[in-house]
């Protein structure tokens, strides 16, 4: 279902370590290969590998903004498709008090399930079991196709009495529903960076850590801590776009209040409900 994303190979932790080791080899071999030219490179040529480096920085540099915009661009329609349906969810809640009997206590029931399989799914993501979280959204494809079957029943029942039931609005309710899901599904698992840009961010970075490497071994002097807070630079924002990129995030979180909210609403009414039966 997810496709094949280079970076989703490894874990966040072990990407990290293999980008930072990266960093530092290509600096290392830059900076081996610019004390082997040292004496044959006249001072002409030594301003021109720093405009050089300069140069290759600044391409790293836009293009690290321009993936990290692109990544959060990607949160934000996960988080606005999340609000979304939890609105829709809860007003299909409400709009099936309407339907007649038994579709209305069935349909608040799978609406209900939907919802706290939202809630579960969630928590789930938060331990990364990925496998847990596919059952729960098969699961959840699965009570859109039964809410759909209510209001189709229910459509068809309203077109044979010629009676108002209420079921107009739930039916829109329900497509929506069913609409804003595969949007999600899409957000989180297509709507990706490509492989291509991945490669070509990896590539740029490596050649400005070779050029910058390789201007130090022409001065003959480096900073390891200038050297190493570059590769910890770096390597940390490719990070920071990789966990935006992915459906399931380990350094962002997608603050799920709502649904929590809607569940708690869905509750509420319940009991009432309940107590207005009892009385």
């Known amino acids: 279902m997810t496709g094949f994303h280079i970076p989703d190979m490894f874990s966040i932790g072990q990407l990290f370590l293999i980008t930072l080791l990266v960093m530092l080899l290509f600096i290392e071999t830059g900076f081996r290969l610019g004390r082997r030219s040292q004496g044959n490179i006249v001072k002409a040529q030594a301003s021109q590998v720093r405009s050089i480096m300069g140069a290759v920085l600044g391409l790293l540099a836009f293009i690290l903004a321009f993936s990290f915009a692109t990544g959060q661009s990607h949160y934000e329609i996960r988080i ?5 349906e939890a609105q829709l969810a809860r007003n299909a809640y409400f709009q099936a008090e309407f339907l007649p009997a038994p579709y209305s206590a069935q349909a608040q029931q799978i609406l209900h399930k939907y919802i ?9 993501a938060k331990k990364d079991s990925i496998a847990e979280v596919l059952e729960l959204v098969e699961e959840s494809e699965q009570m859109q196709q039964q809410l759909w079957r209510i209001a189709a029943e229910t459509e068809a029942l309203r077109a044979a009495t010629g009676r108002a039931m209420g079921s107009a609005p739930f039916t829109t309710m329900v497509n929506a529903l069913i609409d804003i899901h595969a949007q999600r599904v899409q957000a989180a ?4 960076i490509p492989n291509i840009l991945w490669i070509s961010l990896y590539l740029l970075a490596m050649l400005a850590m070779l050029v910058t490497g390789y201007q130090a071994g022409l001065v003959g002097r480096r900073s390891p801590v200038a050297t190493v807070s570059l590769a910890l630079a770096f ?13 399931l995030m380990s350094l962002f979180h997608i603050d799920n209040h709502i649904m929590y909210e809607v569940l708690q609403e869905m509750n509420a009414e319940h009991s009432d409900l309940l107590e207005s039966r009892s009385g």
């Not at 606005?80 to 979304?84: D, L, N, P, R």
């Not at 706290?116 to 789930?124: F, P």
């Not at 698992?189 to 990706?192: D, G, P, Q, T, Y």
């Open 80 to 84: 606005q498709h999340m609000v979304e």
């Open 116 to 124: 706290s399989d939202r809630v579960l799914a969630d928590q789930l």
């Open 189 to 192: 698992l297509m709507n990706r």
């Open 235 to 247: 390597s940390g924002i490719i990070i920071l776009i990789t966990d935006l990129d992915r459906p």
